[in-house]
């Protein structure tokens, strides 16, 4: 997917027995970062950073959902426990993964995985992507999308 390309519709379930719809996101702009477990140091480190500037991206009237491969049920627990402010979206068939080719081997432990790549993606308000991070570090992260949601 090229910049400034219409993102395609897909479905996702949600967190709270929700469906998302990317299509039905149309309007405003949508953030939405791809991590690669629920409950692990760094992506419970991204979320909470996510978080602390939720209210400043509502003010943008900018949408912010977290996605990986894990359950709906475990994202609920996740959430709960994290009190994260938005919602987590589960690719367990790898759907969105896919469209935004965010799926790469990885080491662990010596042995070669296959994971989400942490990756975050920002479409605007006609639906079309406007910027792409891949492969990112969470210290300060979720302050530079802010900065360019700002931007749009």
Request: aromatic share 10%; hydrophobic share 40%.
């Amino acid at each position: 997917m090229q910049l400034m390309e219409i993102v395609p519709d897909f479905e996702l379930p949600a967190t709270g027995a929700q469906r998302f719809q990317l299509n039905a996101m149309r309007g405003a702009p949508l953030v939405l970062y791809f991590y690669p477990k629920d409950a692990t140091p760094g992506c419970t480190d991204e979320g909470l950073q996510f978080k602390g500037l939720y209210d400043q991206f509502r003010q943008l009237k900018c949408t912010v959902l977290g996605l990986s491969r894990d359950s709906v049920a475990s994202h609920d627990r996740f959430k709960a426990k994290m009190e994260f402010p938005f919602d987590l979206l589960s690719d367990e068939n790898e759907t969105a993964c896919a469209l935004f080719g965010v799926m790469k081997l990885k080491n662990m432990y010596g042995k070669q995985v296959r994971g989400i790549e942490r990756s975050t993606f920002v479409i605007d308000a006609e639906g079309r992507l406007r910027r792409e991070w891949r492969g990112v570090s969470v210290p300060g992260h979720a302050q530079e999308v802010l900065d360019f949601v700002r931007s749009l």
